[in-house]
C-alpha cells in the first residue's frame, strides 16, 4: 500500500466549530485586513460573521456571497467597507482596553525611557493619544503614569495630549464620565483610586487624573498641524487609520515618525496591523503585544 | 564553560540512565522522521507503534480529541494514519513519547508550561518553514519540539541547583537561560546538548539544542538554528513562554538570526510578521488542549 506524503498542515487545527462558519467570512476577513490592517483571527470570526450580518439585514443581502458582491463592487465598496468597519470596531472603546500594552509601557518601556533621559535637565515625558475619542485610552494612560509617579516618575512632568476630529467626543471625554461597560475592564483598585461615583451607574475620573490630559481637535491629515507635535515619547493610535487610504495612512504614519523623539514608540489597536506602510519604524514584540519603535541614537540601527 | 562543569553535567546526564529511560520507539520513530520524502512508512510505523501499547493508546486518543476533527476516534494506529495523514500521526507520537520518557513528578519547572511552550516552538517552526518553503518542515517541527530539552536534563540531573534558577527567573522577570548562567554558571543548552548526544539525535538537532540562544556558535546547520531561534522568541513573547513576564522588547527582523534566514530563504522579506504573530494567537488556546491531552493525565512512571 502506497501512502504519498501529505502536504504539510497544522499539528494543531483550529479549536472550535469554525467549520460552522461560511468561508466567504474568511475572504471578508482577508480583505478588511488588506484595506484596514485589522485582523479578525479564527475564534473572532464569529463576531465578524456578527458584523457582516448586521450590515446584511440593512442592505436587505439574501447570503453571505451577495454581501461579499457589495463590499467588492462600485460603487458602494468603499462606503460599505467603512460601514463595515464600524460595525466590528463597536464596543473596543473601554478603560483599560489592552494590558499588556499596558504591561510593555510601564515594565518595559518606561524603565528604558527613563534611563535614556536621566542625564536632562528637564525630565519630562510626553504621550499623544491620536484619535482619542471619547478619552478612555488617554485616562488609562494618565491613571498608569499616576502610579509611577512615587516611583519610576519621580520629579518627571507628564503631558498627555489627547486630540480627536470630532469636537463632540471632546466634549464628552473632557467630562470624564463614564458607565458600566466604559469600566468593565477597571480594576476596584482603579476605581477606588481615581474616580468619583456620580449616581449608581456612572463614574468619573478624578480631577488629579484630568489635570495630565489636555483634549484638543485636531485632523490628522492637517499636514501644517501635524507639524506642530514635536519631542513625542509615545504615541498611541488605536483603531483610527483604518478608515484611512493607503497613501493618507502613510502621510499619517510618516509624521508619527518624525513626531516621536529617538526610542520613542507607536502603538496601534490590539489587532491592527502598519502593514508594510513605513520602513523606517522597527516592528517590535513585548509579552502579548506590539510596537513600533523608532529607534534610539545610540542603537546604530536607524 | 570550564572543564569541570563540561564533566559534572557529562557525568549527571549519565546518570538519568537510572532516570525511566526513553520509550524505546522514540530514537527509530524520530529516524523515520528525519527521512522525509519516503512515501511507503505506514507498515513500519505501526510495526514499531505496535511495541508500545501505552504510546498507542495515547496516539490515539490525541487523533480522536476534538483538535482534529474526525467524526469519531480512530480505532488503530493504521486509521488513523488514512484519516490524519502520517506525517501528523508520526509527530503525534514523537510528542506522546517525550511525555512518557519524563515523569511528571520530578520536575522544577510546570510540565504543562514546558509542553505549552516545546509544542507552540516546534508548530511555530512548522508554520515559518511553510511560509519560506522549506523542504523540510518536519525537521523542522521535531527541532522545535526538542530545542529545550536540556530543561528536562535539569529537572532531573540539577534540581537543586535549577529551583535557584527558576526561582530567580520569576523574580527578576529575565529570560530563564540568563538566570542559569547567573545561577548555575551554565544553561539548558549544554545539559541538552549533552543528552541529545547521549540519545544519539541527528546532527542538526543537536545543533539547534546546543545553539539556540547563540547562533553564531552553530555551525552545522545554521538556518535550522535560527528558524528555532526566532520561533522561540516568538512563542515567548505570545503567551506560550515559561509562565511569568519576560521584561523585554523583542525586535525579530534586526536579529542577526533574521539575516542568516533571509539569506538562505529569500521568502521570509515577504512575510508579514504581524499577520503571522495574529494567526500564532489563534493556535494557542488548540495548543493549550493538545498539551491537556498528551500530558495533563499521562501516567506517572514510578
Known amino acids: 500500500m502506497t501512502i504519498i506524503a501529505q502536504p504539510a498542515a497544522p499539528l494543531v487545527a483550529p479549536a472550535k466549530s469554525v467549520e460552522a462558519v461560511d468561508p466567504v467570512y474568511r475572504q471578508i476577513r482577508d480583505l478588511v485586513y488588506k484595506v484596514s490592517g485589522i485582523y479578525k483571527s479564527e475564534e473572532k470570526l464569529y463576531l465578524l460573521a456578527d458584523g457582516c450580518g448586521r450590515r446584511m439585514k440593512q442592505l436587505g443581502a439574501r447570503t453571505a456571497r451577495d454581501y461579499w458582491d457589495q463590499l467588492t463592487a462600485q460603487p458602494s465598496r468603499d462606503g460599505e467597507l467603512r460601514q463595515l468597519l464600524n460595525e466590528i470596531t463597536i464596543g473596543e472603546t473601554c478603560l483599560f482596553r489592552s494590558q499588556p500594552q499596558l504591561d510593555a509601557l510601564r515594565k518595559v518601556i518606561l524603565p528604558e525611557i527613563v534611563a535614556e533621559k536621566t542625564k536632562q535637565i528637564t525630565k519630562r515625558l510626553r504621550i499623544w493619544s491620536a484619535g482619542c475619542s471619547t478619552g478612555e485610552e488617554s485616562y488609562t494612560l494618565a491613571m498608569n503614569m499616576l502610579e509611577e509617579s512615587e516611583r519610576l516618575l519621580k520629579g518627571w512632568t507628564v503631558e498627555i495630549l489627547a486630540t480627536d476630529l470630532n469636537d463632540r467626543s471632546i466634549e464628552t471625554a473632557k467630562a470624564g464620565v463614564y458607565g458600566d461597560y466604559a469600566v468593565r475592564n477597571t480594576s476596584d483598585y482603579f476605581k477606588r483610586k ?109 | ?25 522514540f530514537l527509530p520513530l524520530m529516524k523515520l522522521l528525519s527521512d522525509s520524502g519516503e512515501s511507503v512508512k505506514l507498515d513500519e510505523v505501526v510495526r514499531l507503534v505496535s511495541y508500545d501499547g501505552t504510546i498507542a493508546g495515547q496516539c490515539l486518543r490525541v487523533a480522536g480529541s476534538p483538535l482534529f476533527g ?107 537561560g540568563e538566570a542559569e548562567q547567573a545561577t548555575m554558571g551554565f544553561t539548558h543548552c549544554e545539559t541538552g546538548q549533552a543528552l541529545a548526544e547521549k540519545w544519539k539525535l541527528a546532527d542538526d538537532v543537536i545543533d539547534v539544542i546546543a545553539h539556540h540562544h547563540a547562533i553564531e556558535h552553530s ?63 489563534e493556535a494557542v488556546e488548540g495548543i493549550h488542549a493538545l498539551v491537556a491531552t498528551v500530558f495533563g493525565s499521562a501516567p506517572v512512571s514510578a
Open chain 1, 194 to 302: 481615581y474616580f468619583s461615583t456620580v449616581d449608581e451607574k456612572k463614574l468619573q475620573v478624578r480631577p488629579e487624573v484630568k489635570k495630565l490630559v489636555t483634549f484638543s481637535r485636531l485632523n490628522l491629515q492637517d499636514d501644517s498641524k501635524m507639524l506642530f507635535m514635536k519631542g513625542l515619547d509615545l504615541v498611541f493610535c488605536c483603531n483610527v487609520l483604518i478608515y484611512f487610504d493607503g497613501v493618507s495612512k502613510s502621510k499619517v504614519i510618516n509624521h508619527f515618525f518624525s513626531n516621536l523623539n529617538f526610542g520613542g514608540y507607536f502603538f496601534l489597536g490590539t489587532s491592527e496591523s502598519l502593514m508594510k506602510l513605513n520602513d523606517q519604524f522597527h516592528l517590535v514584540h513585548f509579552p502579548g503585544t506590539i510596537a513600533y519603535w523608532k529607534p534610539s541614537l545610540k542603537s546604530g540601527k536607524l
Open chain 2, 70 to 176: 474526525l467524526p469519531k476516534p480512530p480505532e488503530s494506529i493504521k486509521s488513523a494514519v488514512l484519516t490524519l495523514g502520517l506525517r501528523r500521526v508520526e509527530t503525534i507520537l514523537l510528542t506522546c513519547c517525550l511525555g512518557q520518557a519524563f515523569p511528571a513528578k520530578k520536575w522544577v519547572l510546570d510540565p504543562v508550561i514546558f509542553w505549552r511552550h516545546s509544542l507552540g516552538c516546534a508548530m511555530v517552526c512548522r508554520k515559518f518553514s511553510e511560509k519560506l518553503g522549506t523542504a523540510d518542515v518536519e525537521k523542522a517541527y521535531m527541532a522545535g519540539l526538542l530545542h529545550d530539552i536540556g530543561f528536562m536534563v535539569n529537572c532531573l540531573a540539577f534540581s537543586k541547583e535549577f529551583t535557584g534558577a527558576v526561582a530567580r527567573a520569576g523574580e527578576l522577570e529575565i529570560p530563564l
Open chain 2, 1 to 25: 564553560m570550564t572543564v569541570s562543569i563540561a564533566e559534572t553535567i557529562r557525568e549527571r546526564v549519565q546518570q538519568i540512565e537510572t532516570m525511566p529511560a526513553i520509550p524505546a520507539v
Open chain 2, 219 to 281: 555551525q552545522k546547520a545554521q538556518a535550522l538554528v535560527a528558524l528555532v531561534h526566532l520561533s522561540d522568541l516568538l512563542c515567548r513573547m505570545r503567551g506560550l513562554g515559561y509562565g511569568y513576564y519576560e521584561r523585554h522588547m523583542v525586535d525579530l527582523i534586526a536579529d542577526p538570526a533574521w539575516a542568516i534566514l533571509l539569506k538562505e530563504h529569500r521568502e521570509l522579506g515577504g512575510v508579514d510578521l504581524v499577520r503571522f504573530t495574529f494567526e500564532l494567537d
